[in-house]
C-alpha cells in the first residue's frame, strides 16, 4: 500500500502560482547561496525546460532572485526581489538554454561568485510540490535534497580525508544519517555530503578544516532562509 503525505495533497508555503516553477525555484536557489561561502555579488541564472518557456509568467525569475537572497517560499518580498536585489548591489541575469534537452525539464544552473572571491555553479531540479535536489556542483555530479542538516565538504580524493570527516562528526556527537562522496575522477576533486537530522554546530567547520586535503567545508541547516538574507 502506498502512502501519501499532507504535504504531498496540500503543497508548500509559497509566494506565486506554481510549486514546481516558484516555490521549486525559491528552495533551489535557498540552497544554492548556501553552498557557496561568503555574500554574494553576482549570480547568473541559466534557465531549462518549462523554466525556461515559463520563468517570467510564472514568477521563476523572481523566485530565484527571492531564493539567492535567503527568502523563503512564502516571503511576500519574493513579488519584489528583482528591484530588492538591484538595491542591495546584486548582480543579476538571467539566460535561457533550449538547446539541452536531455535534462529533467525543471532546471537551473546558478554561478555564483562571492565578494570572497568563491565562483562556483549549481545546478538544481524543481521535482514538485516544492521539493528540490541539487544534481550537480560546478563539475561533479550530486544528489542532495536538503531535507536534512547536512555538511558539505570540498576536499582532495586522498586516503584518510573520509576518517577524518566522521572522527570531526562523532566527537561532535553528529547523528549520521546519510553519508556519500562524489567526486570528478579518482585523486581528484570530491565531495563528500554528510547528513543528519541533528541541527550541526558551528564549531566542526574549523576543526574539519585542519586537514590540509579538506578545501572548504559548508554548513547548511535544514529549514528556508541563509546567512544573505539581511
Known amino acids: 500500500m502506498s502512502f501519501i503525505s499532507v504535504f504531498d495533497v496540500l503543497g508548500p508555503k509559497m509566494v506565486g502560482p506554481s510549486s514546481s516553477h516558484t516555490a521549486g525555484a525559491c528552495a533551489i536557489a535557498g540552497l544554492a547561496q548556501k553552498i557557496c561561502s561568503g555574500r554574494l555579488k553576482k549570480v547568473e541564472f541559466t534557465l531549462y525546460g518549462s523554466f525556461a518557456k515559463t520563468h517570467e509568467g510564472h514568477g521563476t525569475d523572481q523566485a530565484l532572485l527571492g531564493g539567492i537572497m535567503g527568502f523563503a517560499t512564502d516571503d511576500i518580498r519574493i513579488r519584489d526581489s528583482l ?95 546519510f553519508m556519500r562522496i562524489f567526486r570528478e575522477s579518482k585523486g581528484e576533486k570530491a565531495y563528500t555530503i554528510v547528513e543528519s537530522d541533528n541541527r550541526l554546530p558551528g564549531d566542526i567547520k574549523g576543526k574539519l578544516l585542519e586537514n590540509p586535503l579538506v578545501e572548504d567545508v559548508m554548513i547548511v541547516q535544514n529549514g528556508q532562509g541563509g546567512g544573505s538574507d539581511d
Open 83 to 177: 528591484s530588492i536585489a538591484r538595491e542591495r548591489g546584486l548582480e543579476f541575469v538571467f539566460k535561457v538554454n533550449t538547446e539541452e534537452t536531455d535534462i529533467h525539464p525543471n532546471t537551473v544552473d546558478i554561478r555564483m561568485i562571492s565578494d570572497s572571491g568563491q565562483e562556483m555553479t549549481v545546478r538544481g531540479e524543481s521535482l514538485g510540490g516544492g521539493k528540490v535536489r541539487i544534481a550537480r556542483i560546478d563539475q561533479v555530479e550530486v544528489d542532495f535534497t536538503g531535507e536534512y542538516n547536512a555538511v558539505i565538504v570540498i576536499q582532495q580524493d586522498r586516503p584518510g580525508v573520509a576518517a577524518h570527516i566522521t572522527r570531526i562528526l562523532s566527537e561532535a556527537d553528529v547523528n549520521i544519517a
